[in-house]
C-alpha cells in the first residue's frame, strides 16, 4: 500500500482530557471542536434519506448484511489502512479526506469531508451498513448523531498497541477475512519479540521523537509510538511531559541533551537543518538527527511490524536490520509455543 505526506500544517487544537495535540495527527484523534453549524444542514437535507434507508431496513427484516455485501464508510486513515490491507477494499463506499490523500487505493472512492467536518449528508447519501471512526470527542460526536440517524457506527480506539491489535482482530472478525487479521497480528507480535531480542544489550540514547516543530509537539508516554520506541531500545526523553503529545519547547529540548533527534514533522524544512540551529544538542554533534517518515511510523494500522524495524534501524544503525531478520528467523525455527494473552 503507497502513502505519502501530509501537509506541513500543523494547526493546534484541545484533545481528549484536555491534551493539545498536533493537527497533522489527526488520524489518531478526534479533538473538541467547534462545529455544529452544518448538523442542523445536514439534518434537514438528509431526512428523505434517512426515511428511505429506515424503509428499506424495516423490509429487508433484522437480518446482518453478510461481510461480502457490506458497505463501510472510514471517517480514519488508519481503519481505512487495515480494511484494505485485509483485502476487503471492495466494501468502502466512502472515506474521509485524510484517507484519501494517504491511501492510494481509496483515492478514487466518495469523500465525505473531513476528520472533525464530516457532511452528515454525503455519508447517508451512500448508504452505508456502517461507519467506521476512532473514539475521541468529535467523532463520537459526529457518531452519534448519526446513530440518531438509524446508520450503524463501530468506535474503535487507537493510542496504544494492544488497542491497534484488537481493531485489527475485529475488523477481521467483521470483514469475514480473520485469517488475514491474525496473520498481520502474529506477524506484527514476531516483529516485536524480533526487535526486542536484537535490542537487548545494546546502548539505549537518550532520544526525543519529534510530531511536529511548529509548534514543538513530542511524543509521550502511554503512546502506541512510544511502546515502540521501548521496543526498539530508545530511552524516550519526552515522556517525563506526560501522556500522549505534549507540547515542549526548545528550551526544554537544550536542557535535556539528548543522543538522538527522531524528526517526523511532515514536509518542511529538513530535520538536520532545523535542528542544527542548536549545535550544542549532543544529537546534532554526534550527527544523530534523522527525518523519518511519519505516514510509515506514526500510523497506527496494519504495518505495524514495518515502522518498528524501521525505527530499530533509525536508533541503532543499517546493521540493526541483518541482526532482526536473523532473529526472525531464529524464531521462526523455534518450536510453537501457546500463544500468550497480548498485553
Do not use: C
Not at 431526512?47 to 472510514?74: F, K, M, Y
Not at 526498539?232 to 519547547?249: D, E, F, I, K, Q
Not at 533509525?314 to 498485553?343: F, K, N, Q, Y
Amino acid at each position: 500500500m503507497s502513502m505519502k505526506n501530509q501537509s506541513a500544517s500543523a494547526i493546534v487544537r484541545r484533545g481528549r482530557a484536555n491534551r493539545s495535540r498536533p493537527r497533522w495527527l489527526a488520524w489518531q484523534w478526534a479533538a473538541s471542536a467547534r462545529r455544529d453549524a452544518f448538523i442542523a444542514i445536514g439534518l434537514v437535507i438528509s431526512l428523505s434519506i434517512v426515511a428511505a434507508s429506515q424503509i428499506a431496513l424495516a423490509e429487508a427484516g433484522d437480518e446482518r448484511t453478510p461481510a461480502s455485501a457490506l458497505r463501510l464508510i472510514s471517517l480514519n486513515p488508519s481503519l481505512t489502512a487495515i480494511v484494505i490491507r485485509l483485502g476487503a477494499g471492495e466494501t468502502l463506499v466512502g472515506v474521509d479526506e485524510y484517507s484519501a490523500e494517504l491511501i492510494d487505493e481509496v483515492r478514487g472512492l466518495p469523500q465525505v469531508g473531513g476528520l472533525f467536518d464530516p457532511s452528515l449528508e454525503s455519508v447517508l447519501a451512500l448508504r452505508p451498513d456502517r461507519v467506521l471512526l476512532v473514539a475521541g470527542i468529535d467523532q463520537q460526536s459526529h457518531g452519534e448523531r448519526l446513530e440518531r440517524l438509524g446508520l450503524e457506527v463501530e468506535v474503535f480506539e487507537n493510542e496504544r498497541l494492544d488497542q491497534v491489535l484488537e481493531n485489527i482482530e475485529r475488523l477481521g472478525t467483521m470483514l469475514d477475512r480473520e485469517p488475514a487479521a491474525a496473520e498481520r497480528i502474529r506477524a506484527i507480535l514476531a516483529m516485536r519479540s524480533a526487535v526486542a531480542r536484537a535490542a537487548a544489550g545494546r546502548a539505549r540514547p537518550a532520544t526525543l521523537a519529534v510530531v511536529d516543530r511548529s509548534p514543538l509537539f513530542l511524543v509521550g508516554g502511554d503512546t502506541f509510538i512510544d511502546e515502540m520506541l521501548e521496543t526498539v531500545g530508545a530511552h524516550n526523553l519526552a515522556r517525563t511531559l506526560g501522556a500522549g503529545y505534549p507540547r515542549g519547547s526548545i528550551e526544554w529540548v537544550i536542557g535535556k541533551k539528548p543522543e538522538l533527534l527522531l524528526d517526523m514533522t511532515p514536509g518542511g524544512e529538513d530535520g538536520r537543518a532545523f535542528w542544527g540551529r542548536w549545535p550544542s544538542l549532543p544529537a546534532v554533534s554526534g550527527d544523530r538527527v534523522l527525518t523519518l517518515d511519519a505516514s510509515r511510523i506514526s500510523l497506527p494500522g496494519p504495518e505495524l511490524d514495518r515502522a518498528l524495524r524501521e525505527l530499530a534501524v533509525a536508533v541503532h544503525g543499517a546493521a540493526m536490520d541483518d541482526a532482526i531478520g536473523r532473529t526472525l528467523d531464529a524464531l521462526s525455527r523455534a518450536p510453537a509455543r501457546p500463544e500468550a494473552p497480548r498485553p
